[in-house]
């Protein structure tokens, strides 16, 4: 078992909830803020935290967890899951266990494909989720925000330029696994498969960055735009995968179209995802309040 901080329901202010339903409180790296939607400015509440206990090997089964943090009664607003997969994704090892399955993916993949272009890809792919891995764990201590200024301005830039890459990689090795052998065709597609469940979570950690640095609306702009990327590739996936699908249900024995039809469970908990759905959730601007 492990243990994660996330919000005490039963502590928080009343207006709150009443303001996280009607759009007129945001939450904001722990902090309840009042939006443009209210007459007011700045922060309500700092969240109020306590500790509880979860398996994470069963991140999935959220209906336990949300109990267990008294979270359910803001299902109707969309804002348990998020609260409590983002807690997860930030606080424990369950990320970087992620990645650690996705690099000895990578290394198996770069030792068993002799490709130049592959290798490329695989130092370009470890790169990045360091730098996402990097960044959760700076993200661990807030008392550390007054003395990492330049390093979190710098993990930023790397996260910004690295995720774009990344994403045009995949849409590459989608393009390029179907002139793989049989057998690389398969390692390809669980790989490709890791790399898409484990990219929001990673565009997660990047907006909680920013926020935790004061950088709100560029929080905003890149979670935003980054659910747009991301939807583009995971479409493009989804379109691939349902054709080679198909041609398996019409008898054909192609083995190609034969491992679409052995992975559909895997494929379908990737295409139906409610957790990276609720972790792409688009966030609202907090009202500031005005300095002179």
């Known amino acids: 078992m492990e243990t994660i901080f996330t919000f005490d329901w039963i502590k928080v202010y009343p207006k709150v909830l009443e303001g996280l339903k009607s759009g007129k409180i945001t939450l904001r790296d722990g902090v309840a803020y ?3 939607l209210a007459d007011k400015s700045g922060i309500v509440q700092h969240m109020p935290l306590k500790q509880v206990s979860f398996d994470s ?4 089964e959220l209906s336990q967890l949300l109990q267990a943090t008294h979270s359910t009664q ?7 899951t998020t609260i409590v997969v983002g807690a997860i994704v930030v606080q424990t090892m369950y990320l970087a266990n992620k990645i650690d399955k996705l690099q000895k ?3 198996l993949i770069s030792s068993d494909i002799n490709a130049q272009n592959v290798m490329f890809y695989m130092e370009k792919l470890s790169k990045y989720f360091g730098v996402v891995e990097s960044s959760r764990v700076l993200l661990l201590d807030r008392s550390l925000v007054p003395e990492t200024q330049d390093i979190a301005s710098n993990l930023i830039t790397q996260l910004s330029t690295e995720r774009n890459e990344v994403l045009s990689l995949i849409d590459n090795l989608i393009s390029y696994a179907e002139q793989l052998t ?7 597609l669980d790989f490709i498969t890791m790399m898409l469940d484990i990219i929001p979570k990673a ?3 990047e907006s909680q960055l920013c926020d935790r640095y004061g950088k709100f609306n560029l929080s905003e702009h890149l979670m935003r735009e980054s659910s747009k990327r991301y939807s583009q590739t995971i479409e493009y996936y989804r379109g ?3 054709s080679k699908a198909k041609a398996a249900i019409r008898g054909d024995a192609n083995p190609i179209a034969l491992s679409f039809h052995e992975k559909k469970d895997d494929l379908k908990a990737l295409f139906e995802s409610s957790n990276n759905k609720a972790l792409l ?12």
């Open 74 to 80: 803001l299902v109707a607003i969309g804002l348990s």
């Open 203 to 205: 565009i997660y950690i």
């Open 281 to 292: 959730k688009s966030l609202t601007r907090p009202a500031l309040e005005v300095r002179t």
């Open 105 to 107: 993916q990578m290394d």
């Open 34 to 36: 009042w939006t443009e």
């Open 182 to 188: 049989d057998r690389h065709f398969e390692q390809m």
């Open 57 to 60: 090997d069963k991140i999935n």
């Open 240 to 242: 691939w995968c349902n």
